[in-house]
């Protein structure tokens, strides 16, 4: 527990310099993450399609079989990350219990 302690409090004081986040808002402007042909790359928005919608399903059969909870639109959230494969980072501690994604929670 101290490690994650220690972890947390790492990633906190390095966020906090991050002029491309804004807390608790989407906005195009971004840290990109470097892959090659990544969607942050070409500057796309991940869009709400079929395949996120599936993913939506997943993740919601999943939570309800353990008998999380978490919001809707955290749901539609956690699907967007999952299509993209990327790590979401969140102060939201219920996105922890979503398995089909990896994610930071500080």
């Not at 527990?1 to 972890?7: A, I, P, W, Y």
């Not at 955290?74 to 979401?88: Q, S």
Request: proline share 1%; charged share 25%; glycine share 8%.
């Amino acid at each position: 527990m101290k490690r994650l302690g220690t972890e947390k409090a790492r990633l906190l004081r390095e966020i906090q310099y991050c002029s491309e986040m804004l807390q608790g808002s989407l906005v195009v402007l971004y840290r990109k993450c470097g892959k090659k042909g990544c969607r942050c790359e070409r500057g796309e928005i991940i869009e709400v399609s079929a395949d996120v919608a599936r993913k939506y399903g997943i993740i919601y059969l999943s939570l309800q079989k353990k008998g999380a909870k978490i919001p809707i639109n955290d749901v539609w959230i956690a699907a967007c990350c999952m299509e993209v494969g990327g790590t979401l980072l969140s102060r939201d501690t219920h996105f922890a219990s979503v398995e089909q994604i990896d994610s930071i929670i500080l």
